[in-house]
């Protein structure tokens, strides 16, 4: 498996993406954005078919879609009462747009599903060492605001007494996940991405006792997630996304059926 | 001799539009007072707090911190949290959070010390590794209480957080509070509908109604005002 040059790519993008997802996860969960998560990998499909239009590479314009669009959602659904209806509306826009861009670039039905549910086969060594830069400036950015990151997410309400700039932190780490969204695009696609941003770390969070202990656990099943979905995408030659979406599932699954265990004890 | 002034409201306003919370509201608070804020509901005591804490900019008047006072730091314990009851969040996690600032991410041995302190302090050792979700109503407001108090504030403000706990509770976290109000020489400004609680352990009161408000030694507070608070 490891002969072939686009499998060790694959592996390479797989193994950042899966740690780029299990930090942001924990912050994902930690401030019930999953949804938000889902709408900006439509927007980050919407981006992507705007750079095939455009003549571009479609993670650039997938970059550009999703970090423009954090910004504005990230105005617009400051206050959580109304965050659930802008979210749906900027989803079914940016999906219409999506459709449309791929319509004008003249792309057919098979170059929409690479870039809705991702694919192994077409990650170059330069493609690894992008997703690599821009998985290291989310990771400095992650480290230097760790423990206003962390305050914010995990008790607003200290947060906003102890006056941070709750709105820019909020902003701040929305762009972060649009750009953790068109890392991870690669392999797993636009479509299913938020798999890997919410439900390693959503699993994790009844395993752990604390925070790090959390991040370190989501990260180790996004690894295994996107390793087995590789090596048994190779195998069977059956989406890579379908069994990374299947295995996180079923951990999340199990997770939450030892919780109930526990809690019923 | 008189503790210097910590804090001092000038003829202070609140208005939203059309609608007047509080106006001409003068007040001075000295270092290692213990003030009750009572009203009823709707009278813009959580305005005020909300003021204090600068996150409200008054319409009229101002508030100072007094420079007599240097580096006014202000622990405020809410009555609710909206914390997820799955969250791997440690006690002991939770009250270090409240240590921000442009660091490392990890807690340095001087501040896992500082946290260690504050949850001796607080009785908290034995529930220190408990997630926070999983304690009772009283343990989350003394582990509210401890994160306020890490930074070492000079002023902390209780606003309702006593409210959901049983009698036995409440006693136990406002003798808490009076003894750090003793050793620290901390100020307190206790937010309450607990008249019986302020009056055993409040120095002063000020009593907010709609468009009156009132202060004085909580000796003072008699249940005739109260009453006359209350049905205005």
Known sequence: ??????????????????????????FVIAR?????????????FSGAAFGVFAGWAPLNGML??????????????????????????????????????????????SYATSILFGSVIGISVSDVRQMLWLSLVVLIVVFVLYRFLKFDSFDHTGARVKGLWTNALSITFLVLVALSVSVAAQIVGSLLIFILLTLP??????????????????????????????????FTNYPVSFFIAAIEAIFYFVALGWQRLQTAE | MTNAPILKLDHLGVTFPNNPVFSDLNLTIRQGEVWSIIGKNGVGKTTLMRTLLHQLRPTQGKVTYLPSVNDVRIGYVPQF???????????????????????????????????????????????????????????????YLAQALVEAPNLLILDESTASLDPVTKTELLDLVTELNQRLN???????????????????????TPGKVEQGPISQLTDDKVWEGENV
């Open chain 1, 1 to 26: 498996m490891f002969s072939y040059e686009f499998m060790r790519n694959a592996f390479a993008a797989g193994t950042i993406i899966a740690v780029i997802c299990g930090i942001m996860g924990v």
């Open chain 2, 186 to 208: 901390l100020t307190v400004l206790f937010v309450t509908h607990d008249i019986p609680m302020a009056q055993k352990y409040t120095h002063q009161y000020l009593m907010m």
């Open chain 2, 81 to 143: 949290r909206n914390i997820d009851a799955d969250y791997p969040l440690t006690i002991r996690d939770f009250i270090g959070l409240n240590l921000t600032g442009w660091k490392l991410p990890w807690l340095s041995a001087k501040e896992r010390v500082k946290v260690q302190r504050i949850i001796e302090q607080t009785g908290l050792t034995e529930l220190a590794n408990r997630p926070i979700g999983q304690a009772s109503g009283g343990e989350k407001q003394k582990a």
């Open chain 1, 32 to 44: 019930n954005m999953s949804f938000l998560t889902h709408t900006l990998s439509e927007i980050g």
């Open chain 1, 201 to 234: 770390a959503a699993t994790a969070k009844y395993f752990a006792h604390t925070v790090g202990g959390m991040m370190v656990l989501a990260i180790a099943l996004a690894l295994i997630g996107v390793w087995s979905g590789l090596t048994l995408s190779y």
């Open chain 1, 64 to 109: 550009l879609f999703t970090v423009v669009s954090s910004v504005i959602v990230g105005q617009l659904s400051a206050r959580s009462e109304r965050r659930e209806a802008a979210t749906s509306a900027i989803s079914a826009l940016f999906i219409g747009m999506g459709i449309l861009f791929l319509s004008l670039a003249n792309k057919n039905a």
